[in-house]
C-alpha cells in the first residue's frame, strides 16, 4: 500500500519532468518559427532538454558494514519474488558499489567492473560509456533462484598478494584485518569487482528512480568518483545505524567524511529495532526505549530527530514475502513516506 502510493509519487515526478520537457519543445518551436530565436538561446534550450531527458531521481544508501542497507533495498524492491534476492548476510557482505535502475533500452541484467581497471587511469563516468570493460550476465526475472544465484557476484572476492593490492590502490596498513591476513596467509582478499549495475524492470526504477547500494567504510573510500562525484549528487542520502551497535566511531566516520556537510537531503534511519522487541516487556517500555535511542541518534548526529526513522528492514522484508501487514514499521515508514513527499518531490530545478 505504502510503496504503491510512493510509486504513484515518483511517477507523478516523472509526469512534472515530461509536461515540463514538453513545454519547453513547444516554446523553442515557436521561437524557431518566430523572429525572436537566436543560436544562443536554442543552445540553452537544447541543454536544459537533454538535463531534463537524463535527469533521474538519485537514492544512495550509505552505512558501515552490516547496518542492513541492502536488506533495506531488498525490502523495499525486491520483496515480490519472496526471498531475499539481493546478498544480505552477517558481516562484510556487498563488496561494491551498486547502482540499480531500469534501461528500456536493455535487457533486465547485471553489468560488472572487473576490480583490475583501477590499475587504469579511466573515470568511473568513460568506463560506463565503454560496454566491452564490462562483464554482462542476463537476469532471468522469471526465475528468482537463478537470479538469486546470478547476484551473488556482487559478493565476489579475491586473493592478491600486498603488491597487487597496492598497485590496484587497495592496501591499507592501517587496516588491522588486512595486516592479519598477510601475516598469516601472505595474501589479502580484495573485492572481484569494482562496480556493479543491475538493470531491473520495477516500476519505481521504470519511472526513473535510481538506488545505490554501497559497501562499508574500507570500500567506499577506495573510490574517488563514488565520494566526490556520485553520492554528493544525490538527491537524496539514506544513512543506517543499528539499534545493535549504536553509532560506533566508524558509523560517525562515514557521516562527518561523506554526508554531513556534503549531502543536501539526507535522512537516517535506526535499523534493527526488532532486535528491541521483548514479549517480556510491556509495549510501552519498548517504544520508550526506541525513542530513547533515536534521541541519542539525533544527538550524537547533530540532526534533528524528525529526520531519524526507526525501522526494521528485516521484519519489513519477511512482512511483505509473507503478505503481513508489517505493522511496527508502518509508522516508520509512513515518516518516511511523508519526508519523500514534502521534501525530495518538491521540483527545484532553476534555469
Ligand atoms: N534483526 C535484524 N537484522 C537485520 C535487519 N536488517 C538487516 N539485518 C541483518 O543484518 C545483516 C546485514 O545486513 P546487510 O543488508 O547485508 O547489511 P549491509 O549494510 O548491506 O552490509 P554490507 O553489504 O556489508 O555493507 C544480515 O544478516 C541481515 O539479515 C533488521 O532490521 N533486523
Ligand atoms: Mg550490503
Not at 127 to 156: C, V
Not at 289 to 315: C, M, Y
Request: proline content about 5%; aromatic content about 8%; glycine content about 4%.
Amino acid at each position: 500500500m505504502i510503496s504503491q502510493r510512493l510509486e504513484a509519487k515518483v511517477h507523478e515526478y516523472q509526469e512534472w519532468r515530461n509536461t515540463l520537457r514538453q513545454t519547453i519543445t513547444d516554446y523553442r518551436d515557436w521561437l524557431a518559427k518566430s523572429q525572436y530565436s537566436d543560436a544562443v538561446q536554442e543552445l540553452r534550450l537544447y541543454d536544459v532538454l537533454e538535463m531534463l531527458r537524463r535527469d533521474q531521481l538519485v537514492l544512495a544508501f550509505l552505512a558501515e558494514f552490516s547496518r542492513g542497507k541492502t536488506e533495506m533495498i531488498n525490502a523495499l524492491f525486491f520483496a515480490d519474488f519472496n526471498q531475499r534476492l539481493l546478498p544480505s548476510e552477517p558481516g562484510r557482505t556487498t563488496m561494491c558499489p551498486t547502482e540499480i535502475f531500469w534501461d528500456a533500452r536493455e535487457e533486465p541484467c547485471i553489468k560488472l567492473l572487473p576490480i583490475g581497471t583501477r590499475a587504469s587511469d579511466d573515470s568511473l563516468t568513460y568506463l560506463k560509456t565503454t560496454p566491452n570493460a564490462w562483464q554482462k550476465f542476463k537476469l532471468n526475472i522469471d526465475s528468482p533462484a537463478e537470479m538469486q544465484a546470478i547476484l551473488r557476484k556482487l559478493i565476489e572476492q579475491k586473493e592478491v598478494t600486498q603488491g597487487e593490492a597496492e598497485a590496484l590502490g587497495l592496501y591499507n596498513p592501517q587496516d588491522i584485518g588486512m595486516t592479519n591476513a598477510l601475516k598469516t596467509h601472505g595474501l589479502l582478499k580484495i573485492p572481484f569487482w569494482r562496480h556493479a549495475i543491475i538493470n531491473y524492470p520495477h516500476p519505481l526504477l521504470k519511472s526513473g528512480l535510481v538506488v545505490i547500494d554501497t559497501p562499508g567504510l574500507n570500500t567506499l573510500g577506495a573510490e574517488p568518483e563514488l565520494t566526490l562525484s556520485i553520492i554528493p549528487n544525490a538527491h537524496a542520502v539514506l544513512f543506517l545505524t543499528a539499534t545493535d551497535t549504536g553509532i560506533t566511531q566508524s558509523d560517525m566516520q562515514i557521516w562527518n567524511e561523506y554526508i554531513k556537510g556534503r549531502t543536501k537531503y539526507k535522512l537516517v534511519l535506526l535499523n534493527k529495532i526488532d532486535m528491541l522487541w521483548d514479549a517480556l516487556k510491556p509495549k510501552q517500555d519498548i517504544a520508550n526505549e526506541i525513542a530513547k535511542q533515536v534521541n541519542v541518534t539525533a544527538h550524537q548526529l547533530g540532526v534533528s530527530p524528525d529526520s531519524v526513522f526507526a525501522i526494521s528492514a528485516q521484519k519489513a522484508l519477511v512482512a511483505k514475502i509473507k503478505k503481513m501487514n508489517p505493522c511496527s514499521n508502518k509508522a516508520a515508514l509512513l515518516s518516511l513516506k511523508r519526508y519523500w513527499e514534502t521534501r525530495l518531490f518538491k521540483p527545484n530545478m532553476r534555469f
